[in-house]
Structure formats: structure tokens, C-alpha cells
């Protein structure tokens, strides 16, 4: 006899498997039923830069202005630029310098405490009480110049960041010699970032990248689940041209540079990052350095400090945490990695060579241990 193989013979059984499958089907196809959704950007000038947000996947109809407010906030208390506000948290801090305490926001403070920090660990590389001499040389205003010796001298005397005074309890700073000053512009950017990630993160979107002109943090994953990649600024060409691509997970990239703001006189560049030793624009002999880590604060923080140290101090200091990556790119062209930045980011343009990590960095790394 001819068997005919009828598995759903019975009513019951077919109304089983047709619940079976039509799950199966949910399970399978379900996720991927919606149309892709193409990345939508929004950018704004804030912070002196445009800060560009991407996303990934569908936010709150009202998450770029979300982002974009809280960092004009942030802008609003810790601008030290006369031009563009009448006054700031930071300029009554400033201009209350010799006078009396003035109590700030919460962000503001925090912001302080954070680069009095990052002034403390690079032992006044990054120092916070730069701003007399920012505002001498007034480097990307139309009031640069090359300052007198003598006025040069006399900031230097104001600047020192072990002479801060914050209260934590009154939520006070003073600054206690008149003159003195302080500019957060090395680390601001970096927190602006940590926050409109915070911010986005909480109104549930998990796939973006914010970009504060090159201060970069990406939120969750991509939706494809490939890595992040990002564009490393070739510190010779304009913006837009790159020395390598870098991949990674989540991340928070922070270039420091000599090309960002400059002026140019009799052949020399003086540029926007001030060494507190010497007063003027810092001459490390470096072009650029790249940190990578998870927190934008501190990248924004250690790559302006660790510009002014150089690759010679620079190396040996990175080496010692494991939590930083980073990349400093020489005058000479010269490329210098940690191990995991060397694994994350692709050095693809051929004016720039690769060199394996000194080996005076190594032994002045193994002597501080
Ligand atoms: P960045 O672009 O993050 O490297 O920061 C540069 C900005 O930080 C400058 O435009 C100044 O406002 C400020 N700055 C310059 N030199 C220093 C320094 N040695 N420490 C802290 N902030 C600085
Ligand atoms: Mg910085």
C-alpha cells in the first residue's frame, strides 16, 4: 500500500503548525520588518565649533534641540569670550579674582574641579589658570599678536592652579590675586560631549555619534554592529583629510593640536596651547595627539596636557594607565602608539610613518612603576 506522508492530517495538528510558524516568523523577520533607518544628522554652532549629532535609530522628535540646549547651557556659564556674552559664571569668577569667592552651578564646579584635577595629575600641563595668558595673546580673535617679553612675565606670575580655591559645601571658587584667571575652553568641549551622550542615552537612543569638531563620542553600537570608524585629522591638511581611520567600540576621541587656531608672523606659528612654564605657545615638538578612552572629559583634558608634555613625558605617562590610548604625531611626521590605539587606528596616509614605541619611553615608564 502507498503511504502519502500527511503530517497535518489531523485539524488540530495544522492549526499547531501554523501557530509554530507564524512565531518562527515573528522571531526571525520581526526585528528586521521595518525599512532601515537612514542616519539623520543635525549640527549646530556651539562651543566654537559645530557640534554635529548623528543618529542611527529614531530619537524624540525634540532630541536635537534637547542636545543643542544643554550644551548652549554649558556655554552660557563657562565662556570666557567678552564678545560674545556681557558676562559668564566664568568671567564673575575672573573678575572677582582678588576680591571675594563667587558661587557657580553644579556644572560649572564640577567642570572646575574636574581641570584642577587634570592641572594636579599633569602637573600643570593642563593648567586652569591659563586664561591671563590666553587672553594676552588672543590667539583666534582679531586681537592676536605677538605679546611684549615683559607682559608675557607678568601673566606667567598669575598663573598657577595650586592657588584655586574651591569650596565644595558653598559651591564657591576665588581666585585669591587680582589678575589672576581661569579658561576652561581645554576641557569643556570634552564634557559637553559626556553630557549630550548622558542625554541621549536617557531618552533611550542607543546608536548615535556626536562630533564637537573633533572632540568625538559615539553612543552605543552601530546598528549593524560593525565597529565605529573615525576619521583621525591629518594635522597637515585642512579639516576633512585624514592621517588614518580609527576603529572601535564605544569610545570618546579627543584630538589636541598646533593647526587648530593659529596665527602665523615672521615664519614662526603661535598657536592656541599656552605651556604654563614658558608663556608662550607650546613647542613639544609635536604636530598633534589623539587620546582615546570612554570619557570625553578626560580625553578633551589629557590631550591638551599631554601636547604640552610632549612625546618624551607624554609616553612614559599613558604607558602607566591602561584605561588611555594614545597617539602622538610628531613635526616629523612621526606616528607614536600605545599597544590598543595601535590595534584601533589604521595610519594610512603616506607622509606618515609608524615607528615602534621609544625605547627611553619604556625604561622611563618601567622607573616610575
Ligand atoms: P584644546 O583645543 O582642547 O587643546 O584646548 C585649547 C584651549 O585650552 C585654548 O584655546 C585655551 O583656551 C586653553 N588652553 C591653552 N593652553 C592651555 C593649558 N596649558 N592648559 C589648559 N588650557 C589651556
Ligand atoms: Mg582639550
Known amino acids: 500500500m502507498l503511504h502519502i506522508f500527511r503530517p497535518y492530517a489531523h485539524p488540530l495538528r495544522a492549526a ?14 520581526g526585528s528586521c ?68 569667592p563667587v558661587r557657580v552651578s553644579a556644572d560649572t564646579f564640577e567642570v572646575i574641579r574636574r581641570a584642577l584635577e587634570y592641572s594636579e595629575l599633569t602637573d ?14 588672543g590667539i583666534g580673535t582679531a586681537d592676536a599678536r605677538v605679546p611684549a617679553e615683559e607682559e608675557i612675565q607678568e601673566r606667567l606670575a598669575l598663573v598657577d592652579y595650586r592657588k584655586v580655591q574651591l569650596d565644595r559645601e558653598a559651591q564657591t571658587v576665588y581666585l585669591p590675586e587680582e589678575g589672576m584667571g581661569l579658561d576652561v575652553g581645554a576641557i569643556a568641549k570634552g564634557y559637553a560631549a559626556d553630557e549630550s551622550r548622558r542625554i541621549l542615552k536617557e531618552a533611550g537612543v542607543d546608536s548615535a555619534l556626536l562630533d564637537f569638531g573633533g572632540n568625538i563620542v559615539t553612543v552605543g553600537e552601530k546598528p549593524n554592529g560593525e565597529p565605529w570608524k573615525i576619521g583621525i585629522q ?13 576603529s572601535s567600540g564605544p569610545m570618546a576621541v579627543v584630538t589636541s593640536g598646533d593647526y587648530e587656531r593659529y596665527f602665523v608672523q615672521d615664519d614662526v ?12 605657545p607650546a613647542r ?22 599631554l601636547y604640552v608634555m610632549g612625546a618624551e613625558k607624554g609616553l612614559p605617562f599613558v604607558r602607566d594607565r591602561d584605561d588611555i590610548e594614545a597617539a602622538f604625531v610628531t613635526q616629523e611626521k612621526e606616528v607614536y602608539m600605545t599597544a590598543g ?27 616610575t612603576r
Not at 591671563?132 to 595673546?137: A, D, K, R, S
Not at 613639544?284 to 596636557?305: F, H, K, N, R, Y
Not at 595610519?347 to 618601567?366: K, N
Open 341 to 367: 590605539m595601535e590595534s584601533a587606528l589604521n595610519v594610512s596616509h603616506e607622509d606618515y610613518e609608524v615607528l615602534p614605541w621609544p625605547a627611553g619611553a619604556q625604561a622611563a615608564a618601567a622607573e
Open 269 to 280: 606659528r603661535y598657536h592656541h596651547i599656552i605651556s604654563s612654564r614658558t608663556g608662550y
Open 234 to 246: 591629518n594635522p597637515e591638511a585642512g579639516r576633512g583629510r585624514y592621517l588614518g581611520i580609527l
Open 16 to 29: 499547531i503548525a501554523v501557530f509554530l510558524s507564524i512565531i518562527l516568523f515573528t522571531l526571525l523577520f
Open 284 to 305: 613639544p615638538g609635536l604636530a598633534s595627539v589623539t587620546i582615546l578612552t570612554d570619557d570625553s572629559t578626560e580625553a578633551d583634558a589629557l590631550a591638551t596636557a
Open 33 to 100: 520588518s521595518s525599512e532601515p533607518f537612514d542616519p539623520v544628522r543635525e549640527g549646530k554652532l556651539l562651543l566654537g565649533t559645530t557640534v554635529n549629532v548623528t543618529l542611527y535609530e529614531e530619537g524624540p522628535d525634540d532630541i536635537f534641540e534637547r542636545v543643542f540646549d544643554r550644551v548652549e547651557q554649558i556655554e552660557r556659564k563657562m565662556s570666557t569670550s567678552k564678545d560674545d556674552y556681557d558676562t559668564t559664571e566664568l568671567l564673575e569668577v575672573n573678575r572677582n579674582a582678588g576680591i571675594r
Open 124 to 137: 600643570g600641563a593642563f593648567d586652569v589658570t591659563i586664561y591671563p595668558l590666553v587672553e594676552l595673546w
